[in-house]
């Protein structure tokens, strides 16, 4: 009898291979129940996750048109669409507001008086999880017509740009509507932008 050399000996190994890897997957396939489940949990968590994405997409779609189009063109009325009408806010300085009409929105139109050019530019960064939003704002404007500042005085306005980063974290209630919204940016840059302070 012929000795087999080892390199003839090898494709007979992979054919042996290959023929008890399909055999044990022949015996787990004699199970579908318990594979089939396996599927079938994991195609709920695939849904699940789709549908989360297209939640957060559509959150973050509603940013993109309250900060370009209704705040950068003060339509006050449209907030609604995207903020619940108790919405809790949360400011830089430790003050909230509860509620959009006229505590928050009340908030927002200041800046507009002494600087009517300003605009939300461009999103530096949006996404979110779950019922959480958050959106990175580039916001620009000029210190251009006095700011009023009670008894009929005002400050002056010095004509100088500013440009900062605002970051919005938003909370999502189940009627699709932001129900807290926090804002974060950095004050004290901004007055030594306008020249109020140094």
Same mark, same amino acid.
């Given at each position: 009898?012929?000795?087999?050399?080892?390199?003839?000996?090898?494709?007979?190994?992979?054919?042996?291979?290959?023929?008890?890897?399909?055999?044990?997957?022949?015996?787990?396939?004699?199970?579908?129940?318990?594979?089939?489940?396996?599927?079938?949990?994991?195609?709920n968590e695939l849904k699940? +996750?789709?549908?989360?994405?297209?939640?957060?997409? +559509?959150? +973050?779609?509603?940013?993109?048109?309250?900060?370009?189009?209704?705040?950068?063109?003060?339509?006050?009325?449209? +907030?609604?669409?995207?903020?619940?009408?108790?919405i809790k806010c949360y400011?830089?300085? &430790?003050?909230?507001?509860?509620?959009?009409?006229?505590?928050?929105?009340?908030?927002?139109?200041?800046?507009?008086?002494?600087?009517?050019?300003?605009?939300?530019?461009?999103?530096?960064?949006?996404?979110? %999880?779950?019922?959480?939003?958050?959106?990175?704002?580039?916001?620009?404007?000029?210190?251009?017509?006095?700011?009023?500042?009670?008894?009929?005085?005002?400050? *002056?306005?010095?004509?100088?740009?500013?440009?900062? %980063?605002?970051?919005?974290?938003?909370?999502? &209630?189940?009627? *699709?509507?932001?129900?807290?919204?926090?804002?974060?940016?950095?004050?004290?840059?901004?007055?030594?932008?306008?020249g109020l302070t140094k």
């Amino acid at each position: 009898m012929k000795r087999m050399t080892k390199t003839k000996a090898l494709p007979e190994l992979f054919i042996v291979a290959v023929v008890l890897t399909f055999a044990s997957c022949g015996a787990n396939m004699r199970t579908p129940s318990n594979l089939q489940s396996k599927v079938d949990s994991l195609q709920n968590e695939l849904k699940k +996750l789709t549908d989360e994405r297209a939640v957060t997409a +559509l959150r +973050l779609s509603k940013f993109d048109s309250l900060d370009f189009d209704y705040y950068n063109n003060q339509k006050w009325d449209k +907030l609604a669409l995207s903020h619940a009408d108790n919405i809790k806010c949360y400011y830089p300085d &430790g003050s909230t507001t509860t509620g959009l009409y006229p505590q928050h929105i009340d908030q927002l139109k200041p800046i507009f008086l002494f600087a009517p050019d300003t605009k939300c530019k461009t999103h530096a960064a949006r996404f979110g %999880s779950g019922e959480w939003t958050c959106v990175i704002e580039e916001v620009e404007g000029t210190f251009s017509r006095p700011i009023p500042i009670g008894n009929g005085k005002t400050i *002056a306005p010095t004509g100088k740009h500013f440009k900062f %980063s605002l970051a919005t974290v938003g909370h999502w &209630g189940p009627d *699709a509507k932001m129900n807290e919204e926090y804002l974060f940016w950095d004050n004290q840059s901004f007055m030594k932008q306008i020249g109020l302070t140094k």
